[in-house]
């Protein structure tokens, strides 16, 4: 088969616009999988306080710069790509390509392709865009050929050309729906999620998309229910009365050694390494301004005010909890 046609440098430009264009939907999934990972070990791992408003924050801001960064990646190879053309006019003007059962013949000086040396072919709006192993590459402009050539030649593209699968790839749909069972896993269940969505845009596969669905939304159902359970305020009660508890040991022990309790609970830290300063204020102000902020501390005349807030995690309700010693 032969085909001729012609490229100049502003094709080089353009079909770098229409190779952002059709993967950008994609990079956008692959950077929220990767963002999601990031969230998860940000929250879990390093140990911030779970807040949707802050998980949603970390999770959209990596999300965006992500994209921007592989996104730019891509426009300064296509940079790149065009500089190099603009030195070396081999590149531009009319060509011709010759298949066979070997591989393709391209340019002038008719440079022989093995099949073997190609490794994708990109069949955009305007042009076809063959990527070889060899990290360069062959722009083919669409204009002037006929529908019935660019078909044809496509066609022999696609039966000749050996794609390497991906791990994913070798997976069939039917194997790959039951990922939706992590789906009922917390925090996992939305990387896999993400995953389903991903290959069910990429395999036109609306049951594996709905799966996916599922798995993105019960994580944040689970968080929703459990955070409002009877047995996380349980939790939260005991454990917290319990940290209070061990705050009151410490401010005894501080008194017996200076006479008085201290201005602040930030002082106890010489005394117990286990404190965090961030998790202790004496005014209520910062209190209630601080999301990390456990224990509510006022020195008095003689004595002192210690308490925290309840699982409304909100001072000064009537869930409050008071040390018990």
């Not at 032969?2 to 950008?24: A, G, M, Q, V």
């Not at 393709?104 to 955009?124: C, R």
């Not at 069939?172 to 939305?190: A, D, E, Q, R, V």
Request: hydrophobic share 40%.
């Amino acid at each position: 088969m032969i085909i001729e046609f012609e490229n100049s440098l502003e094709d080089y430009s353009k079909s770098s616009r229409e190779i952002l264009k059709k993967y950008f939907f994609n990079t956008i999934l692959a950077s929220a999988g990767i963002a999601s990972i990031i969230t998860f070990f940000t929250v879990s791992i390093i140990g911030l306080n779970f807040d949707w408003l802050e998980t949603c924050l970390i999770f959209l801001v990596s999300t965006i710069i992500i994209t921007f960064l592989y996104n730019l990646k891509t426009a300064y190879n296509g940079y790149t790509i065009r500089k190099i053309v603009s030195k070396n006019s081999l590149f531009l003007g009319k060509k011709i390509i010759i298949t066979d059962e070997d591989g393709l013949n391209y340019g002038s000086q008719n440079k022989k392709y093995e099949w073997s040396s190609i490794k994708k072919m990109d069949n955009l709006p305007n042009y076809i865009y063959l990527i070889l192993h060899n990290n360069t590459s062959i722009l083919i402009n669409k204009k002037g050929l006929q529908n019935s050539e660019i078909n044809n030649f496509v066609r022999e593209l696609s039966d000749n050309i050996i794609v390497k699968k991906t791990f994913l790839e070798k997976i069939t749909s039917k194997k790959l729906y039951k990922l939706g069972f992590l789906g009922f896993i917390p925090n996992f269940g939305l990387l896999a999620g993400i995953v389903l969505i991903f290959e069910g845009f990429i395999r036109k596969d609306n049951k594996m998309k709905l799966i996916g669905l599922a798995g993105i939304f019960f994580t944040p159902l689970f968080w929703y229910f459990f955070l409002n359970s009877d047995f996380h305020e349980r939790h939260l009660i005991q454990f917290t009365d319990h940290r209070l508890n061990e705050v009151v040991k410490d401010l005894e022990f501080y008194k017996s050694k200076k006479g008085q309790y201290p201005d602040s609970l930030g002082q106890l830290k010489s005394k117990n390494k286990f404190f965090f300063d961030e998790e202790f204020f004496s005014d209520e102000f910062d209190f209630k301004k601080s999301k990390p902020a456990r224990f509510y501390y006022k020195k008095t005349d003689k004595d002192y005010v210690l308490k925290s807030f309840g699982p409304d995690l909100i001072l000064d309700t009537k869930d409050d909890i008071y040390p018990e010693l």
